[in-house]
């Protein structure tokens, strides 16, 4: 059943495409529009069928949609709103897909009509894939995605989005733009930074090694490099714009990389059980949370690298 009568997406790569997808899959919207500056994006979801027409206009393509989705980089949403909001239809919702919170509130604030909805929205799924053939219907299918509504936001406005997302298969909880940051600084952002940082270690390591990093790369490092090989604008957005939160967190970060430089320099190995024995238990809630499979290599299949 659907949940809004027409939908445009702006941005039709791994995260644009998918929810196109699965509104088509899931019958979540009766008309779909999309934009994305990219033409090669646009020629691909218009032969793929993702969407109903793009418009190579941002502020046509809003025209006339219910519900807006931001599924762009976050660097990109203070330009765009001041070009699509103005030709939002009355009692619509701009929502967006970006993984930081406060700074959306801050870029789209300022340009949305006091007869629209603002209600920015993550929703925390994804691969290290880029584009629109990247995407596939079933990547939001039990994962959560977090809305942040601003304070005096209009309640059937967020139960619309929210059984949109339930729609899509996702599970929905609402908090705090504030709160979300700081959660997604220790859960993603600090994650991929120390990923990005390892693979560029072992990038300088290669041309010593005379290419055994990459001959005997075992599964530890190989899962790094697939999440450093995630969108480098999507990211360099990401930690601008999360800067306090991810600088809180790779403090704290370095001050136990400190505590564990001590307890192996000093053998202290009853320490470094009781920190892997912790941390493997971690592992096991994530699991039994129904965050990931409970199969070799963190989940991965053979397919998901095609």
Known sequence: MAVFEQVTIIGMGLIGSSIARAIRANKAAKRLFGYDSNEDHSTTALRQKLVDDMDYDPAKAVKNSDLVILATPVGTYGDLAKIICPEMKAGATLTDVGSVKSSVVKALSPHIREDCHLIPGHPVAGTEQSGPEAGFATLFTGRWCILTPPEN??????????????????????????????????????????????????????????????????????????????????????????????????????????ALQRSIRYDEGDKLFELFDRTRRIRKQIIDAGQEEDVADFGRHLDDDK
């Open 153 to 258: 936001t209009n309640p059937e406005a967020i139960r619309n989005l929210e059984n949109f997302w339930q729609a899509l298969g996702s599970k929905v909880e609402c908090m705090t733009p504030e709160h979300h940051d700081m959660v997604l600084a220790i859960t993603s952002h600090l994650p991929h930074l120390i990923a990005y940082n390892i693979v560029g270690t072992a990038r300088h390591l290669e041309e010593v090694t005379k290419s055994e990093v990459i001959k005997y790369s075992a599964g530890g490092f190989r899962d790094f490099t697939r999440i450093a090989a995630s969108n480098p604008t999507m990211w360099r957005d990401v930690f601008l714009n999360n800067k306090e939160a991810v600088l809180e967190m790779l403090g704290r970060f370095s001050e136990d990389l400190t």
